[in-house]
């Protein structure tokens, strides 16, 4: 099994990123690489869903306040419309 390291498909900055340009479809070199494909595809998915974990983190204490404002308001809402129920009492028939 050969190393990305010594792959001619690999590259690397000298800053240290690291750059694969395997394509499992169209030049990969051996069996194992597709493995190593698919752990630095996973690898990338869980990186982008933790940082989406942290941006609702971030988002959460807004998303609070958005909901009591709301809250709030509605309550204020039916409070004001009280006022209408109160007077519309069932009024009782007497039969002649």
């Known amino acids: 099994m050969i190393q990305c390291i010594d792959?001619?498909?690999?590259?690397?900055?000298?800053?240290?990123?690291?750059a694969f340009k395997c394509n499992p479809f169209?030049?990969?070199?051996?069996p194992e690489c597709l493995a190593k494909w698919?752990?630095?595809?996973?690898?990338?998915?869980?990186?982008?869903y933790q940082g989406m974990l942290k941006w609702y983190g971030?988002?959460?204490p807004l998303q609070d306040k958005i909901i009591q404002?709301?809250?709030?308001?509605?309550?204020?809402?039916?409070?004001?419309?009280s006022w209408k129920l109160e007077d519309?009492?069932?009024?009782?028939e007497e039969d002649i």
């Open 58 to 60: 971030k988002m959460a």
């Open 38 to 48: 698919q752990l630095i595809r996973l690898d990338m998915l869980l990186a982008s």
């Open 69 to 81: 404002f709301m809250q709030r308001e509605m309550n204020e809402l039916d409070e004001s419309d």
């Open 7 to 18: 792959c001619e498909l690999y590259q690397s900055d000298p800053d240290g990123k690291r």
């Open 88 to 92: 519309e009492e069932p009024e009782e």
């Open 26 to 30: 169209t030049n990969i070199k051996e």
